[in-house]
């Protein structure tokens, strides 16, 4: 075979350049995190009635409340007024929301309270800030910022029966968030997530932990999900860990005391994530075992945090346009298929 056939033969990565591009990155923002649902929060967050908490997602500013009607509500934290943000607090507890620029009022449900110089309320599409698509699934809170979207546990249908055997997932509660920013583009932070070639090297206490001969990836519509037997596993019951389009994942632990931890990867600029990692566990106090689990998964991220950053730079250089796929990056290559249909399909002007 000689060396132009070689060449045909392999596959190769998403251009460089798409980590790198400020035109990309916006075309993201507005083609997929504006189209996809997202993981915002936990109904644990929102128990009482008037909690509520803000959070973004590609630079819109959001938030969720729990109403009279003891109903969620997700809404831009926006006020139809001027534009300006109305909740500056992360979390609370709160009767009405008010706007510090003109002093508008909104109900728990994002509704106009009141329109200080207004004789009425009733301003048509100013009458309260601007809601949002929500589902709750297995106490996680997700949100779609394309009003025409279709239903979260319609598309995402194999998902929602892949995970209905953990029952114990409706009765945990959020215990731990860690945030982080990572200086890598979001998709060099999935892309590492999504193959395990670099974890004989990189995490050398996570290899000894799982059986990496029999370590799996399976692919699936609109997820993966990778799984292992402890090296010193009795137990059938396995750790998986689940990507889920467009920058989520979640691993599940079963077992007597089964809990969950969850990653959220957020798009800052082309170079830099947030990335925001979740722990829920039964109880709000934790175990010996369970501070072990946190410990052992921080640990795992800050190896893998050193890898992404060292990725990032090269990303901007003129050695290479693409890299290629080695026979075990078939995840990788699965997600970067996902992107470019989503960023070849998606019309910029959806969900304006």
């Known amino acids: 075979m000689n060396k132009t056939e070689t060449m045909e033969a392999f596959d190769y990565t998403l ?10 990155f916006a075309e993201e923002k507005e083609k997929i995190f504006l189209n996809s649902w997202v993981l915002s929060g936990h109904t644990s967050q929102v128990e009482k009635v008037g ?10 500013p959001l938030m969720i409340s729990r109403d009279k009607n003891n109903e969620l509500n997700a809404f831009y934290n926006i006020c139809p007024h001027r534009g300006t943000k109305v909740e500056r607090n992360e979390q609370g507890n709160k009767k009405i929301f008010m706007c510090s620029y003109h002093g508008w009022t909104f109900k728990l449900d994002g509704k106009l309270n009141k329109a200080p110089n207004f004789n009425t309320n009733d301003l048509g599409n100013h009458s309260c800030m601007t809601p949002v698509q929500l589902e709750v699934y297995k106490s996680m809170i997700f949100v779609n910022l394309n009003p025409e979207a279709k ?11 892949d995970l209905e055997k953990y029952t114990f997932l409706d009765s945990l509660k959020k215990i731990r968030v860690t945030e982080r920013v990572i200086e890598a583009n979001w998709k060099a932070v999935i892309d590492n997530y999504l193959e395990c070639d670099h974890c004989k090297l990189a995490h050398p206490e996570f290899s000894k932990t799982f059986d990496m001969k029999n370590y799996h990836i399976d692919l699936h519509d609109g997820y993966t999900c990778q799984y292992s037997k402890l090296t010193n596993e009795t137990s059938e019951e396995h750790a998986k860990f689940y990507w889920v389009w467009p ?32 722990y829920y566990f039964q109880k709000d106090e934790m175990t010996e075992e369970q501070k072990e689990l946190i410990r052992f998964v921080d640990q795992v991220r800050e190896e893998d945090f050193e890898l992404v950053e ?17 026979p075990q990056e078939y995840a990788l290559k699965y997600f970067h298929q996902r992107y470019e249909e989503e960023m070849d399909n998606n019309d910029l002007s959806a969900g304006r």
């Open 310 to 326: 060292l990725l990032q730079t090269g990303f901007d250089t003129q050695a290479f346009k693409q890299g290629i796929y080695s």
């Open 15 to 24: 251009p460089y350049k798409t980590y790198i591009d400020p035109q990309t």
């Open 247 to 278: 920058n989520l994942m979640i691993s599940i632990y079963p077992g007597k005391d089964g809990n969950m931890t969850t990653s959220q990867i957020l798009p800052l600029s082309p170079n830099r994530s947030l990335a925001i990692y979740s």
């Open 151 to 161: 239903p979260m546990t319609e598309i995402r249908e194999e998902l929602v029966k």
């Open 51 to 60: 909690d509520f908490f803000t959070f973004e997602i590609a630079g819109q």
